[in-house]
């Protein structure tokens, strides 16, 4: 295991709440884990208590079957991306990445070009920090958490804005780097379909709780289809799903939508039994579950 948290617990004061509470997560080696969450729901201090940054109120991290600590040989092997990064404004990109490499004891000049040719940087290598737009210092915090070739990486909501092919070209580079070298990767989003594109596996964080780990194919053969009706009577469409056709599993929508949970070879049945019954279907839309439908119910239909 390259990650596992036990029990952990923050609070911000002795009478402050709970941050995050009893999380215990597990990222195994070369999976890309994401970790979700809605804002405020505990990620990013579960994300700055593994990288040694505050401590725990409770609990303990081991990082790659070791008790974590926070010596140079800790963070030679890790990369952060961290929600909000720092930057140097009068230093240029070029020389980030230098003092970067240097603070954690790698300086190859190779590879700090390489980076930087990796990550889009090239053009801007001599200009300064503070000139450079909000995407594109992101892709320079991504750089400092790449010029020393970690083995784990660890970013905290990485696409805050960043433009659309931003996303795709940082998507493109996670894959990279955990299919094909090997790096692991620990990323928090709120970004459910993201996360659904290149996660192994996820975690669901909601009000400091971790609510549910699981393996993203396992999910995704475990979501049924859904079927969503906007019908003309919500309250008459519920009891013959539950009388006649003995369908528990679905959501009410208000005003006039129902979301029922079942494979879609029921959806004919379902169609005819609501209309023979006088109710008017205005919609039906067939479609296989998404992590998305899965979170909202974990969560209990909570709005972000
Ligand atoms: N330095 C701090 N002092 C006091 N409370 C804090 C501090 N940092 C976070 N909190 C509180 O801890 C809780 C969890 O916040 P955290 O930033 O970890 O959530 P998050 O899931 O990363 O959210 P977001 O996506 O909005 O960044 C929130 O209630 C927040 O107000």
Redesign the pocket.
Known sequence: MIIRTNRLGKR?GPR?EW?VQEVGLSVRAGEIYGFL?Q???????TLRIIMGLIAPTEGNVELFGRPAGRGRDFYARIGYVP?VPGFYPQLTVEEHLRMHGKLIGYAGKDRTEETIRRLSLWEMRATKAGRLSHGTRQRLSLAKALVHTPELLILD?PTNGVDPAGIEQLRQLLLDLAKQHGVTILLSS?LLGEVQQIADRVGILHRGRLLAESGLAALEQQLKSCIDLRVSDVRKAVVLLEQRLELNDYEVREPDGLIVHVPADKAAGIARTLIGHGIDLHEMNVRQGTLEDYYLRLIGGEAQ
Do not use: L, P, R, V
């Open positions: 911000y402050a941050a969450g804002n405020g729901a505990g990620k990013t201090t929600d909501e709120h």
